[in-house]
């Protein structure tokens, strides 16, 4: 069954740091993204990872650029997002979502699997 | 950044209407533009993807045109399960950016 399922939210005071983890199953080799939604708010992409053809190269939002950092462990079937610096306005939802296989724009059909999401309250 | 601005944020309508979301881009992006729906407590699901291509298990009534800044999604025929938050997405650019999110409510 294709899968994804996020864990690692909870509460983190201002300033601290956070990991995230998405355990993938039921395909593999395809780009990661993030994305998180802050409380009664729309979606915002935070970042990507490509996947081992194309050098598990990332993407970032500006909004978390310098402070988040995108990382995957294919042996573990793993992706995970490391927050530091968190602030109250990183307070959100964070879904992990699955991109395209193969690099262009021809090959993203939109992020079409996504996990149930996990909560970090910043305060 | 692209910046992609939907309209209406709020939309009324009743099951059996046909109604239509606008997404416009703050910049040409071909037809580089993914629609979503989201339920409360839900993560959001594919409708349509490079602007008009009908995500596989999407129903019919479901359609998106457009290309360049200015893209629409069409629901013919409201049903029931429709009534949800809608989003566009660009991709032709990093870093992809989503619209405000349109609520389509039961009137």
């Known amino acids: 069954e294709v899968q994804l399922v996020e864990s690692g939210g909870g509460l983190v005071q201002p300033g601290g740091s956070l990991r995230l983890s998405c355990v993938v199953s039921?395909?593999?080799?395809?780009?990661m993204d993030w994305v998180r939604q802050a409380p009664g708010k729309g979606l915002e992409w935070v970042g990507r990872?490509?996947?081992?053809?194309?050098?598990?190269?990332?993407e970032y939002a500006a909004s978390v650029k310098g402070r988040f950092t995108i990382s995957r462990d294919d042996s573990k079937n793993s992706v995970y997002l490391q927050m530091n610096s968190l602030r109250s306005e990183d307070t959100a939802v964070y879904y992990c979502?699955?991109?395209?296989?193969?690099?262009?724009?021809?090959?993203?059909?939109?992020?079409?699997?996504w996990g149930q999401g996990t909560t970090v309250t910043v305060s | 950044d692209i910046q992609m601005t939907q309209s209406p944020s709020t939309l009324s309508a009743s099951v059996g209407d046909r109604i239509t979301i606008t997404c416009r881009a703050s910049?040409?992006?071909?037809?580089?533009l993914v629609w979503y729906q989201q339920k409360p407590g839900k993560a959001p699901k594919v409708l349509i993807y490079?602007?008009?291509s009908l995500q596989s298990g999407v129903p019919s009534r479901f359609s998106g045109s457009g290309s360049g800044t200015e893209f629409t999604l069409t629901i013919t025929g409201l049903q029931p399960d429709d009534f949800a938050t809608y989003y566009c997405?660009?991709?032709?650019?990093?870093?992809?950016?989503f619209g405000q999110g349109t609520k389509l409510e039961i009137k």
């Open positions: 979502a699955r991109g395209e296989a193969v690099a262009g724009h021809y090959n993203y059909y939109g992020m079409d699997v």
């Open positions: 039921g395909f593999s080799d395809h780009y």
């Open positions: 990872i490509r996947n081992k053809a194309n050098g598990y190269t990332t």
């Open positions: 910049q040409n992006i071909n037809t580089w």
């Open positions: 490079q602007a008009s």
């Open positions: 997405e660009q991709y032709y650019t990093y870093p992809h950016t």
